[in-house]
């Protein structure tokens, strides 16, 4: 634990030092791995430069704009790379952006975040980590983007067929009536054997198990909430693949948890230590000077003493 | 040089000013009531367009796809219960809405307050009770 303690205590030395550029940065690459991954999208129907351009646009506009533009960017350029292939299937895809932010995105934008970081976690193997990390620090806010990322990764595979079936070359307005037929008809049994929506339930239930656990006012009630998500998730998951086919593999599952519980659990030990309140660059003046300040907020030294008393 | 306790003050209050001055100026200018009604009233302009949406893709599933004749489709039955779907829905997100903008409506009320707390120790007068209503009629 107290390596954990003065391993944070140097990152957030580090990080306070340049926290400005630090976030410019992260941001940078945030964008540009969400906006590079939205290319797939394309299907091959958009040049590598092209792709490029529209990639390092974004990325860049990713470190000044706030969550919900970012949201609303991410949304138009899937449904742009989608209209190269095929103008029905984004049609579809629009609408289904556009329910999310009407119902969800515009309410609540930073929770929206959650989306793009759960996708960003099952591209890298541990999309478990976002909903255990939920539990802990969004709560009940969090079931509605969980349940969405999880509908979108588990069908994203669908829409290379939907372009197939409607493509650009075949649109006309006339047919699109047809095309929206065709669409429903190749989609609906496909949706609905693939048992996405049991494991959004299973993420969902962490969730709010997490959410409960870490609001009772218990000894360790932050450690207790993840191993109670890890292992709903665990138990909740094996169970939608022995009875309801779920396409999760078992070994993934269980090693993934292990894994998301053990970051999750890292984080929130360095949690207190790292001061979310961010150096400041004021100016003021008064009948005699002028003032150029920087603030920058301490870590708090007593929260650390307090932790190293319980531990004895 | 002023002394630091002035300087400290003043940067607190910049900083302040800096962060959420403006949006809190600007929500505080209105009564809580009249903000969390504007705020709501996107929140449901927003919800009447997806729910016309939705409306919009049952009726298109219905009338193409399952087949059913168009004036079962568009029957008063059928028209009750995407009514009562779209009033529940407006209550739900009239509900998620007053919540949310009320406790963010407290939340830069109660800025604003420290704010002006700051203000008054900073220009050296006596702090007295200054109450929400002062607040507000002293910044309209």
Known sequence: MEI??????????????????????????????????????????????????????????????????????AAFIACFYLFLASVETALAAFIFCFLLFVFYVHIFPKESLVIPAMLSAYFFKIPYVVPIFAALYIGVRALVPV??????????????GMAEITPKADFTPVGILDSAIKIYEYLQPTIVENGWHFVAIVFCFSVIIGWVVSNMFVDYERELAIVASGITIMVGLLIAIFFANAQVSIIGAILGTIISCGIVYVVQSMD??????????????????????????????????EINEETK | MEDLKKVRIMTNLAIYDKNHGEEDRKITSHYRRDYVYKKNLRIRIGVFLGSAVLAMLYYGYKLFIAGTDIFTTFSKAEGIKIGTAVVILFVIYTIIGTVINRERYNLAEERCLQYEKMLSKLNGKKETHITKEDNKNERT
């Open chain 1, 4 to 73: 954990v303690i003065s391993f944070g205590q140097s990152l957030t030395a580090v990080y306070k030092k340049a926290e400005v550029q630090f976030n410019v940065i992260f941001k940078l690459i945030a964008g540009l791995f969400v906006f590079g991954r939205l290319s797939v999208l394309s299907m091959g129907s958009a040049s590598s430069l092209y792709i490029l351009i529209i990639t390092i646009c974004c990325g860049v506009l990713t470190t000044f704009v706030t969550p919900s533009i970012f949201m609303v960017l």
């Open chain 1, 147 to 160: 349940g969405a990322a999880v509908f979108i990764w588990s069908n994203t595979h669908l829409l290379k």
């Open chain 1, 272 to 305: 207190f230590v790292l001061d979310y309140g961010s150096a400041q660059r004021v100016k003021f003046q008064d009948d005699n000077y002028f003032y150029y300040v920087k603030a920058v907020p301490k870590i708090k030294e007593a929260k650390i003493e």
